[in-house]
């Protein structure tokens, strides 16, 4: 079976840092990827990790660990305007749909 | 401006009625996807299509018909026998190609009074 673990909801304060992380369990491994979902919108990208390492994108930076079944997405420098759900999603074959796990509900506070 | 179109964005039926929720996309991508997102359950794939006239059940098929006999649209039909249809329907698109970012339409929220 596939199982993608993130956690429920966060908070954190405008400013700071913040780690999500998602943990994975599929039948195989093709990409994982980190969406930003504003309540009510479309589900918009933030970053893929095929291999293992960190890849970083201004003020998001995203994890992979394949061994370990395990990502992060790290946001600094926190806004208002990031208060949003994060998806995490894994392909796991080929061109095959992504999974995707329940989302991240990051609210951040002043 | 390339993208992917869902209308309406709200939809209001009585029970028993059939909808179908239109998808378009002029991206030029071959694959398209259907997923419905409740609360605190995330996105759950309904339907995907990877090329014209073919598609593939996902894990909630079920009270839930699709086509696909162009490229560009893959509408969604939410038959009477789908015993909970309210909720926040969204379609995506991927290109062929080693990554296969899927972008995502608005979305249509249905609610079924």
């Known amino acids: 079976g596939q199982n993608i673990d993130q956690p429920t909801e966060m908070t954190a304060t405008e400013g700071a840092i913040v780690q999500i992380n998602c943990t994975y369990q599929?039948?195989?491994?093709?990409?994982l990827f980190w969406y930003q979902q504003h309540a009510g919108e479309a589900p918009t990208f933030l970053s893929y990790n095929v291999l293992d390492g960190l890849e970083e994108k201004g003020r998001f930076s995203s994890f992979l660990s394949r061994s370990k079944g395990y990502s992060y997405l790290l946001l600094k420098e926190l806004q208002m305007k990031d208060s949003a759900s994060y998806l995490c999603?894994?392909?796991?074959?080929?061109?095959?749909?992504?999974?995707f796990g329940k989302g991240t509900r990051l609210s951040v506070i002043a | 401006d390339g993208g992917i179109t869902q209308s309406p964005k709200y939809l209001f039926r009585k029970e028993g009625q059939n909808v179908t929720l239109s998808c378009e996309q002029n991206l030029n991508h071959d694959a398209m996807y259907w997923y419905r997102q409740d609360p605190g359950q995330g996105l759950r794939l309904i339907y995907y299509?990877?090329?014209?006239?073919?598609?593939q059940k996902g894990d909630i098929a079920e009270g839930y018909s699709v086509s696909r006999e162009k490229k560009e649209s893959f509408p969604l039909t939410v038959t009477s026998a789908q015993k909970n249809p309210t909720a926040f329907y969204l379609c995506a698109s991927s290109p062929w190609d080693s990554k296969n970012e899927q972008f995502f339409g608005p979305g249509t929220r249905l609610t079924v009074l």
């Open positions: 999603a894994v392909r796991d074959a080929g061109n095959t749909p992504l999974v």
């Open positions: 299509s990877q090329i014209v006239n073919d598609f």
């Open positions: 599929t039948s195989g491994f093709n990409g």
